[in-house]
């Protein structure tokens, strides 16, 4: 059986979330009724990390480490997208260059991006500096990969329509490659929204002294497991928000393109 | 060329150039040096001003590869030309590091359209090349869409509209910005048979009323015919001319009349036992030129 009207759909997505809160607030000693199933330091109830997220907001930090990270974030992916579509570009044309460095290319990016953390707070220390160059380098392998091959597949015969109406290089680039190349880095927004946003954490895992990552570890440290939960929780809801919003403007931009071209 | 051909054309709605001559003196053309693949072998043959030619032949007979060397669009590493172009009195570079002759269109195989243009911006291509204002590319961009009876959907992306719009909108948007000598290679063979047959129609409309010269390569001998006031007959590669004759119907013709038609047939049959043998493929020559 399908679920076909979109409503009721959302309804019963929100039922089965409803119904494993209450659940879990069930054995986690909840409701007065002193089923405690799980340690409250391994799993707190969810009303326990919700007071926790209530404090967290009060207390101001919040509001500090999210617009810390979101900061780390959003400087990484800009950077990320233009290094890795100027350098894809770059390649995409000038051949002996990518013959060059493919295989490297090719290395660096099969390594998992977040062991470079370690290395990154050497170099450039504690602040936001380390958490931005994270970012950035987990953007720009999506990006400079996406422009690279995409710059394979610009269509030879459109390169031929617009020389034969005695278009110049110039506008070659900008009627035919510009578009083939912006749409191929449209498509690969979403996945360098949420890189952009695990770089900056992770950064702050490994060391920083503000931020969503780093307030998170403290909280570990400090065996603070509703406080874990509750960034757990603020990052995911942020992640969906920022991820929904690429989405929408690859949506927008791609508009020209067939439905299933969509992934 | 002469002032006297203008006379010929007095009347057409819009005022437009008479198509300059296309001249192809001695062309050969040699794919992959030495010993590679010769593609035209000293082809020569004249598109006169504003006259409709079509070319026939055989799959890879080299008649869009001579297409692509009036247009400057032959990859100067891959190929060996001889002979002589010429566009009107200017001497054509053959090969696609020369800049393609002003004036010139280029309808082809695949509509090649772009894909994140709309219909109307895709007319528009040239227009915006030759740097038009808004308002001017607007009112040119609604004449086309117009004539090519595309009103409805000038907002539409390619992958909207089917394979027959899409080829009318790349023969629009050569027109738009109104070349006088008009190459087409094959543009309608991967259109069904209705389609193509009002694409015809109108292509016909659309060359008499503009006197545009147009060079129409084709593998089908009825399309050949039914358009071309002249069929140029190609051989099997190395493409060589083996035939070139003036078909007896009046101009401007009607495809859907002329297809029905009983001379028009036998001319077809009569035609088709002088060429045959070229797309035969086992073919004896001496047979296919008698």
Known sequence: ???????????????????????????????????LLFEPLILPAPSVILRSIVEYGQSGLLLFDVRATLTAAFLGLVLGVFGGAAFGVMLGYWRAGAQLLEPAMVAINSLPRITVAPLLILWFGLGMTSQVVLSLFTVFFVIFWNTYLGIKTVDPELLRVVKVMGGSRLEVGRMVVLPTVVSWIFAALRTAVSFALSGAVVAEFVGSTRGLGYRMTFAAGLLNTPRVFAIMTILGVVSVVLVRGAERIE????????????A | MTSADNDTSAGPPRAAPDGRAVVIEELSIQFGGERGVLATDRVSFTAEPGE???????????????????????PEDSAEITGSIRVGDQRIDPYSSGKTAPGLGYVFQRDALMPWRTVSQNIGTGLEIRGLGRAEQRARIDELLGMVGLEAFGDYYPHQISGGMRQRTSLARTLAYDPDIILMDEPFGALDAQTRMSLQAQLIRIWHESQKTILFVTHDLAEAIALGTRVVSFSRQPGRIIQ??????????????????????????????????????????????A
């Open chain 2, 244 to 289: 070139e004759f003036e078909v007896p119907f009046a101009q401007p013709r009607d495809p859907f009349a002329l297809f029905g038609d009983h001379e028009f047939a036998e001319y077809q049959a009569e035609v088709w036992r002088q060429i045959s043998g070229e797309f035969r493929g086992s073919g004896d020559e001496q047979e296919a030129g």
């Open chain 1, 251 to 262: 949506r927008r931009a791609l508009r020209w393109r067939p439905d299933e071209q969509l």
């Open chain 2, 52 to 74: 409709l030619i079509t070319i026939i032949g055989p799959s890879g007979c080299g008649k869009s590869t001579v297409l692509n060397a009036v247009a400057s669009l032959v």
């Open chain 1, 1 to 35: 059986m399908r679920i076909r009207s979109k409503r009721r759909l959302a309804a019963a997505r929100f039922g089965l979330l409803f119904a494993f809160l209450l659940l879990w607030e069930l054995v986690t000693g909840g409701f007065g009724l002193g089923l």
